[in-house]
């Protein structure tokens, strides 16, 4: 994987160049333009009242530029024209870890300056940081120098970031083969009966990462714990009957997210698996639709009407899939967006982004959970994850509202036990056919 990388790299880097190159002019003014992208890696956080740090997260910038996650204090400095340098912190220590010495296929591209204390950073910067776009959160401040964040310059950045290069694809789909092997680990966990707890022991043991290198928290549910849909308890004790399990759980790869979720019903639930089964073919469905030119916004409505379709067919609802999109009662059975932007985050930024100058697309009315309203175009990478639920605070909201009378609730009152289904891949749009990473993912473990 590594020969793959370097020589996907150089190109990667040459566009992060050019893109920085355009967004350095939309910064600054007439009497301070900016001559330099400065991008902070980050340094910890402490809680209150205590000396103990929040787990690390780098800035998604710096990890654009290069596969370095766990180097709090470093600083990369890009002059258009000039080759990028990387102010490194590798400290005395003998309290912790210390980062090792940079190494791979990407330091060639760097002039790499190594630091002792944070400090030392503020010598290898530009003297006059009015000509910088310094991009980071404010506690990473030097003397005389600190993050300004320039909108102009973001919005460039965050709306091209939407394009992946080979380099990161290639990234995410090795995040996608190790996100699928754990996937695999937690449903024969689940199958041998397994406590939420111990589904999450096993599927970090597959995936060898530890919580807080994963780009989100596991979502292990059994259960009617399916309808809540951050759920994140982790229960240490298996129930007396577990018929259902979903598990939306992700992995990372030097910075690259990857989204899966998958719900599984046990063989004792045939009329649960009926519902996974049907939701898994809608899902692939919209997967199909992930082509160059189509809105976002409107393939989620149109997964609400298919999801109505499935609501109708298996006898939770009388009503017509029209009538069920319009009067909002297919939302309070899919109740979120269909997907987001991913990629260095999880959740990757510019989703709502018009342009290249800001703006904002808005969300179509009645769905205000939706995090992705762009034309979908080559290149870009999303989540496709449509679901059913059985969620008691909107059933009984629902049950007040004049279409109470179109719904089964003798059915639905059987199957909150099941709390709910979703299925969520990870999909890059092509000049062809979409490129599911995920699906991809899991044929290659057979």
């Known amino acids: 994987m590594s020969d793959l990388l370097a020589k996907l790299y150089p190109d990667h880097l040459a566009r992060l160049k050019q893109r920085a190159d355009v967004a350095l002019q939309r910064g600054g003014s007439d009497q301070a333009r900016c001559e330099h992208l400065v991008i902070a890696a980050g340094t910890p956080r402490y809680q209150l009242f205590d000396d103990r740090p929040y787990p690390f997260a780098v800035n998604p910038h710096f990890k654009h530029w290069l596969p370095v996650t766990k180097a709090p204090g470093s600083w990369l400095l890009y002059t258009p024209g000039k080759k990028p340098k990387l102010i490194y912190l590798q400290p005395h220590d003998y309290w912790h870890v210390v980062p090792d ?3 791979g296929y990407w330091v060639e591209h760097f002039d790499i300056a190594i630091i002792r204390t944070p400090d030392e950073a503020r010598t ?7 000509r910088c776009a310094i991009l980071g959160e404010d506690n990473v401040a030097l003397d005389g120098f600190a993050p300004n964040n320039p909108q102009g310059v973001l919005n460039y950045l965050h709306y091209h970031r939407a ?6 694809l290639g990234m995410m789909r090795v995040a996608s083969k190790l996100g699928a092997r754990a996937h695999r680990a937690a449903e024969a966990a689940f199958r041998s009966g397994a406590s939420e707890y111990d589904i999450n022991t096993a599927y970090l043991n597959a995936v060898h990462e530890t919580e807080n290198e994963l780009p989100y928290s596991n979502i292990i549910a059994l259960n009617q714990h399916g309808a809540v849909l951050h759920y994140t308890d982790l229960n240490r004790a298996p129930p007396a009957r577990a018929d259902s399990f979903l ?8 910075g690259y997210a990857a989204d899966i979720t998958r719900t599984y019903a046990s063989a004792q639930a045939a009329e649960f698996q009926a519902l996974v089964d049907a939701v898994d073919h809608a899902q692939l469905g919209f997967v199909e639709k992930v082509q160059k030119g189509k809105n976002y916004s409107e393939l989620h409505v149109h997964a609400h009407h298919v999801l109505a379709g499935i609501l109708k067919d298996q006898g939770f609802i009388r009503m017509s899939p029209e009538n069920a999109v319009e009067s909002g009662v297919s939302s309070v059975f899919y109740p979120h967006g269909l997907g987001h932007l991913i990629g260095l985050q999880v959740h990757d930024v510019a989703g709502f982004q018009k342009d290249e100058n800001g703006g904002t697309i808005p969300k179509p009315a009645g769905h205000p959970y939706l995090r992705l309203t762009r034309t979908i175009e080559p290149r870009m990478a999303m989540t496709i994850e449509p679901g059913i639920y059985f969620i008691d ?9 004049p279409h109470a009378r179109d719904i089964d609730w003798d059915k639905v009152e059987r199957f909150r036990h099941y709390g709910g289904v979703r299925i969520e891949d990870d999909v890059v749009c092509t000049d062809g056919a979409p490129e599911n990473l995920t699906r991809d993912a899991f044929a290659g473990l057979n």
């Open 101 to 103: 010495a940079p190494a």
């Open 124 to 130: 290898h910067l530009p003297q006059d940081a009015a």
């Open 163 to 168: 394009y992946k290069t080979d380099y990161e």
């Open 247 to 254: 598990i939306d759980a992700g992995a990372s790869f030097h």
């Open 393 to 401: 605070m909107l059933l009984a909201e629902l049950k007040a509202k």
